[in-house]
């Protein structure tokens, strides 16, 4: 029997906030009581999770004195020696206060971006305090709803400015830490600058430090950016970028539901748990998710259950489909290559084309082939429905 439960090296993380979501929504208040950062490291540790994350503010609230943060700090630190639980990432709450009602780092209002970076430094100090390797940015507010508000070049250049200047503070501090960039479309903003992870790559280019800046893909984002998920990870860690993940679930145009992952669309959540290891991706799995409104603590950890339970039983549907005689054979026969065409390809040379002008091609032979693509994808069908 094949045994689905969670071990230390799947990476299996959660937010404070993941866990500690209380139930509220924009069209009710909380289904379930307050837990602290120490408590819901017990919880986490009794599910089986690898590592916890946080917000600066999910740890230390924004207003706490310096003795009521300490004796935070202390209770947590306690609970991660008592569960073995590590942080491998932390993040900057750049989004609930007030202040940062019109963005934070691209605001029109410079005292606001100046105490972004503020909050922010102070937020770097304090997950690499608790052992983060790396930091996460959610431009959460950076956005508009009117663009008559702000010019977006300025908006570009402002967040630019702001990473170059967090990129100096970390190598400043000799800090070992990579940054990653979040995108998501929209909400709460109307329009979120940089939307999706291919902006964010696009955007690092443009970075005084781009070796530094990776990306923080979110499966719910892209889904509501109405894109291919897995593809943009397969970009993101083509060009060396891919330094953290956030996986959850999302329905098609809703708004930003952080399901718990392979909930909603569990083929997607195949060819992405596949690619990730296909590729040996050696990250945090993080589930930036949370349970449904419904449910108590008992079902919020039936959720964190959940979301690692569909990793390892899609990791191994992945490997059975790399193993299986029928689909390997089919995707040989797909992707067989007499090299007739190998002296076209590859590497340019002016010799190459000026025989590729000479090359005549068959169109209509090579369009009738059939690809028995249908075949193959009932095949990983049957595997997922597990008939096969
Ligand atoms: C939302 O998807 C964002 C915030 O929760 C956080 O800043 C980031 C880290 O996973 N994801
Ligand atoms: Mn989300
Ligand atoms: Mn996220």
């Not at 102070?122 to 009117?146: H, M, P, Q, S």
């Not at 959850?248 to 992405?272: E, M, V």
Request: proline share 5%; aromatic share 12%; net charge negative.
């Amino acid at each position: 029997m094949f045994d689905y439960s969670p071990k230390p090296d799947h990476k299996f993380t959660f937010g404070l906030w993941t866990v500690g979501n209380r139930g509220a929504d924009p069209f009710g208040s909380v289904t379930r009581p307050h837990k602290t950062p120490a408590e819901l490291v017990h919880l986490l540790g009794e599910v089986g999770a690898y590592g916890v994350n946080f917000h600066d503010n999910d740890l230390i609230p924004i207003d706490a004195t310096l003795f009521e943060a300490e004796a935070i700090k202390k209770d947590f630190r306690k609970a991660l020696t008592d569960t073995g639980l590590v942080v491998p990432m932390a993040t900057t709450n750049l989004f609930s206060d007030p202040i940062f009602k019109d963005g934070a780092f691209t605001s029109n209002d410079p005292r606001v971006r100046a105490y972004a970076l503020q909050k922010t430094i102070n937020a770097i100090d304090l997950g690499v305090e608790f052992g983060a390797k790396t930091y996460v940015f959610w431009g959460g507010r950076e956005g508009t709803e009117t663009d008559s508000s702000k010019s977006a070049l300025d908006a570009i250049q402002r967040s630019r400015e702001a990473m170059n200047f967090l990129c100096e503070y970390v190598l400043d501090r000799k800090y070992d830490l990579k940054l990653a960039l979040e995108a998501k479309p929209n909400e709460p903003r109307g329009d979120i600058y940089n939307p999706t992870t291919g902006h964010m790559l696009a955007f690092i280019t443009r970075l005084d430090h781009p070796e530094m800046v990776g990306v923080n893909p979110e499966v719910a984002h892209e889904h509501m950016a109405g894109i291919n998920f897995m593809h943009g990870v397969a970009q993101a860690w083509e060009a060396g970028k891919l330094f953290h993940i956030d996986l959850n679930d999302q329905y098609p145009g809703r708004y930003d539901q952080d399901l718990r992952f392979g909930s909603r669309d569990i083929k997607a959540a195949f060819y992405l748990v596949k690619f990730l290891e296909d590729v040996g991706y050696q990250g945090s799995r993080h589930f930036d998710a949370h349970a449904y409104r419904t449910e108590d603590y008992e079902g919020v950890k039936d959720f964190a259950r959940g979301c690692m339970r569909t990793y390892v039983i899609l990791k191994e549907k992945a490997a059975q489909f790399n193993a299986d005689p029928e689909i390997q054979a089919l995707l040989a026969e797909i992707n067989a290559d007499d090299h007739a065409m190998t002296p076209f390809l590859g590497e340019y040379t002016t010799e190459k084309a000026d025989a590729l002008k000479l090359q005549l091609f068959d169109r209509p032979a090579v369009a009738s082939r059939g690809l028995q693509y249908e075949r193959l994808d009932q095949l990983t069908i049957d595997l997922l429905l597990g008939v096969r």
